[in-house]
């Protein structure tokens, strides 16, 4: 029984170096979306902002899914090699990297939103376009005759 255990033990930095490899490249895909949602958002093309949201959250999805294994074995692996901890180090500055770059993104998202606001309110207080939807409705015909 005791060979078995630490036959388990032996195993667990080799998959903690897997699953940490697997969040990192789940990271830097994250962070690769982010990017590539920065300039659907900067260039106003709202399809590609929600399509970006969606692969976001499959991605987000699988990183929680790794963390939720990666956890329990950290916890029973107390005495992390070097490697794990270079791995451990990487995969905490991609972490605060995707959540800088998120940030960016909400607060362009945020700047986006005020513009079209403001450029609705411009619309609805132009005189002219006023005027117009005015005299569209007011010398429309009638379709029916209703006193005939």
């Not at 078995?4 to 990271?27: C, T």
């Not at 895909?29 to 590609?48: D, F, N």
């Not at 959540?99 to 450029?119: F, K, P, T, W, Y």
Request: net charge negative; proline share 3%.
């Amino acid at each position: 029984m005791s060979g078995d255990g630490s036959d388990q033990n032996a195993a667990i930095p080799g998959r903690l170096r897997e699953l940490y490899n697997r969040q990192i490249e789940q990271f830097r895909t994250y962070i690769a979306a982010l990017e590539k949602q920065q300039a659907a958002i900067e260039a106003g093309i709202g399809e590609k902002v929600l399509a970006y949201v969606e692969i976001e959250e499959g991605i987000a999805a699988g990183i929680i899914s790794v963390q939720n294994v990666i956890d329990p074995l950290e916890s029973v692996y107390n005495e992390a090699g070097a490697e794990i901890a270079e791995l451990k180090t990487a995969l905490e500055g991609l972490k605060s990297r995707a959540a800088s770059q998120a940030e960016r993104n909400r607060d362009l998202i945020s700047a986006r939103l005020a513009d079209i606001g403001a450029d609705i309110a411009a619309l609805r207080n132009n005189p002219l376009a006023a005027a117009a939807r005015r005299s569209l409705y007011h010398n429309a015909a009638p379709l029916i005759d209703i006193e005939g």
